[in-house]
């Protein structure tokens, strides 16, 4: 299969910052999201087919407590409080995977806080397919 990665930094950021003073991210930087419920970041992603693929969200969290976000695709709330756990130092990037279905053509892929301390860190979207 094929894998597109899509940078944080150039996705749809809604309470958040890019940000590069954490080694170890892809591309320009990553999101540093606000410490607020509902703090995003969106991803526009394209499929040529629909069918199935395996997304793939890298992370830091440099704390021990969980930053649990929901992850919508178009809208749909495909995995609700998905867990993105302490990765032991802000430096550290652990990636997430979940299989989702993409109809063709375009999608947004949307990653929301939902508790008070906002998402982790995030580098980028990976799609899988
Ligand atoms: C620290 C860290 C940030 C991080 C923040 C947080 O300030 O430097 O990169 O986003 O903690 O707790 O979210």
Redesign the pocket.
């Known amino acids: 299969g094929t894998t597109v990665r899509y940078e944080a930094e150039n996705a749809a950021i809604t309470q958040g910052v890019v940000?590069s003073?954490?080694a170890g991210y892809s591309g320009t930087g990553f999101v540093?999201?606000d410490?607020a419920v509902g703090s995003s970041v969106q991803w526009t992603v394209t499929a040529p087919t629909a069918g199935t693929a395996t997304l793939r969200l890298r992370y830091a969290n440099?704390?021990t407590a969980n930053r649990p976000m929901d992850i919508t695709v178009n809208g749909t709330l495909v995995a609700d409080e998905f867990a993105f756990t302490g990765t032991g130092a802000?430096t550290t990037w652990q990636t997430r995977t979940l299989t989702v279905t993409l109809p063709a053509g375009t999608s947004t892929i949307r990653a929301t806080a939902t508790t008070a301390?906002?998402g982790?860190?995030v580098d980028y979207l990976e799609v899988q397919r």
């Open positions: 940000e003073n954490h540093n999201y410490s440099g704390t802000w301390s906002g982790p860190n």
